[in-house]
Nanobody, 123 residues
Framework: QGQLTESGGGMVQAGDSLRLSCVSS????????MGWFRQAPGREREFVAA???????TYADSVKGRFTISRDNPRHTVYLQMSSLRPEDTAQYYC?????????????????WGLGTQVTVSS
């Protein structure tokens, strides 16, 4: 399994934008589906966005139209561009990889995870 390292989190105000990055190492990248999840204090980890090896994307309803997931296979990197941020987007954001290339919104599909990066949005 690979290793994932997230970066790009921070403290912003409502309406601002952030771009998260996740670099994969230790295994081929282009055949894995990749996903972003988040977890707020006291809440379960939830799906945010996913991208297939071929570039097909899926999003949670709560972020559709505001967040964009993309991948750069030569750089072994997946991105999450977040716009129009809201206080309810505050969470630890995690990157995950699916060895089977299926991805999607189910946590159980993902085989390896990063340690996360914190995003805090103030009103």
């Amino acid at each position: 399994q690979g290793q994932l390292t997230e970066s790009g989190g921070g403290m912003v105000q409502a309406g601002d934008s952030l771009r998260l990055s996740c670099v994969s190492s230790g295994r081929p990248f282009s055949s894995d589906a990749m996903g972003w999840f988040r977890q707020a204090p006291g809440r379960e980890r939830e799906f945010v966005a996913a991208i297939s090896p071929g570039g097909m994307t899926t999003y949670a309803d709560s972020v559709k139209g505001r967040f964009t997931i993309s991948r750069d296979n030569p750089r072994h990197t997946v991105y999450l561009q977040m716009s129009s941020l809201r206080p309810e987007d505050t969470a630890q954001y995690y990157c995950a990889g699916d060895l089977d290339g299926l991805g999607g919104g189910r946590i159980i599909h993902y085989d390896y995870w990063g340690l996360g990066t914190q995003v805090t949005v103030s009103s």
